[in-house]
């Protein structure tokens, strides 16, 4: 069988996780094979809001999402949509999401997430040197907001929680907040302040960089859609789209909110959800950004990026085949110009991209239940970037048989 049609290890997916898993493979001498139908770093990791968020510990569930759920589901350009007509269909996901907040499951969620955050700061800054992708990092901090005194007091248990696993953070006044962040509305007089928060010059130029890096070291990308995956004799057959089959001796799915229909080939049944996010990116001109900004109590953000002022988030949970609904760029827009006068918005640029998640807020990190040879890596929802560099890590220790460097059963594809 020619090189052509036969690889080691495949890793079906181009995004950022996909590409650390490969980079790490490649560095450990293992030959493999990225496989994408649109390139690397060109779908949803090509828009994502530049933060490495290694502070963002708390699980969605406890984060006060179901508290202000009713609230946010009355404004259909709010903060959370759900189109009526996709509703019984996220359902049982729903339901899933509503136990995941059961206060019994609050600290050992809580441990899984801080213990990957850990490990993912610590893979990023090796990751980086190695590649020499390091001048693409920025250290600025960032500053979460608050409409109210009400809700500044409300965040204060999750703030205790972060403490309690070694992250900094500063409650400021209007004072303090101007003093890092001049030209916001003066309804803003209570932020946090996080020190440690980074984010990166571009998450897509990014991307492409550590690939370029994978690439020094082995890795080779294939243009292809991916329509079947089954085993086949000890090994496993990707089946193109195109009409080309390939055959690995071990496979790596990775491919984001579509990694749950591949994993269903093989019997893994993940109950993975689409949050489609919004942005618009405008011009570098558009504010002088000084620090990423979070609009907690309005599910956004506003992040300085070396291509341009990102202005994005929120959730709207309607699946992989609906057309987007770019009105929720707009309204974040609008928003963002109420809290932020002098920001020019004009010149932007709309997108909207697909965000993996699973109910309990950690992702799939491990092997297939019944294929030893196949190996999950998806689910990270907000937290793709600022993960991704963990999983390729721990991929790579399940690929190559060693110990992995965090316990992976929180994280397991039989966990649900």
């Excluded at 800054?125 to 409300?154: C, I, N, P």
């Excluded at 994978?214 to 195109?242: H, M, Y």
């Excluded at 790579?396 to 460097?405: K, M, T």
């Amino acid at each position: 069988m020619n090189d052509e049609t036969a690889c080691d290890i495949a890793v079906i997916g181009g995004g950022i996780v996909g590409i650390c898993a490969a980079a790490f493979l490649a560095e450990a001498g293992s030959s493999v094979t990225v496989i994408d139908r649109t390139g690397i770093c060109e779908e949803t990791s090509s828009g994502n809001a530049a933060a490495f968020a290694f502070s963002e510990v708390l699980p969605l569930a406890h984060k006060g999402m179901m508290r202000q759920m009713p609230k946010w589901l009355a404004d259909p350009l709010g903060p959370l949509s759900i189109p009526p007509a996709y509703l019984p269909k996220l359902l049982p996901w729903l339901f899933r999401f509503w136990r995941a907040g059961d206060p019994k499951h609050y600290e050992a969620s809580l441990a899984a997430q801080a213990g990957l955050m850990k490990l993912a700061e610590a893979e990023w800054s090796g990751l980086m040197q190695r590649s020499a992708t390091g001048h693409m990092l920025r250290e600025d901090g960032s500053l979460e907001l608050y409409d109210s005194e009400a809700s500044f007091k409300a965040s204060f248990p999750g703030w205790l929680a972060r403490e309690r696993h070694g992250i900094e953070y500063h409650h400021l006044d209007r004072a303090g907040i101007d003093g890092l962040q001049p030209g916001l509305s003066p309804r803003f007089t209570r932020a946090t302040f996080l020190p440690g928060w980074k984010t990166v010059a571009d998450p897509k130029l990014l991307g492409k960089a550590i690939w370029t890096y994978a690439e020094t070291r082995g890795a080779r990308f294939l243009s292809g859609d991916v329509g079947l995956v089954l085993p086949s004799n000890g090994r496993i057959a990707i089946q193109l789209k195109q009409g080309r089959t390939i055959i690995a001796e071990k496979l790596v799915i990775a491919a984001g909110a579509w990694s749950h229909l591949l994993a269903r080939q093989f019997g893994d049944r993940i109950p993975l959800e689409t949050e489609r996010g919004y942005n618009t990116t405008l011009p570098t001109s558009a504010f002088d950004l000084t620090h990423m900004l979070t609009f907690s109590d309005h599910g956004f953000v506003v992040t300085p990026l070396e291509t341009g002022i990102r202005v994005g988030g929120a959730v709207e949970l309607a699946g992989l085949s609906r057309p987007p609904n770019f009105q929720r760029s707009k309204a974040m827009l609008k928003k963002a110009k109420l809290f932020l006068p002098d920001l020019d918005t004009s010149g932007g640029r709309e997108w909207m991209g697909y965000r993996p998640s699973l109910p309990d807020s950690l992702p799939v990190v491990g092997q297939s239940a019944s294929h030893a040879n196949v190996f999950l890596a998806f689910g990270h929802g907000h937290l793709g970037l600022t993960q991704s560099a963990a999983t390729g890590r721990l991929i790579r220790d399940l690929v190559l048989g060693q110990a992995p460097a965090i316990n992976l059963q929180p994280f397991s594809p039989q966990r649900f």
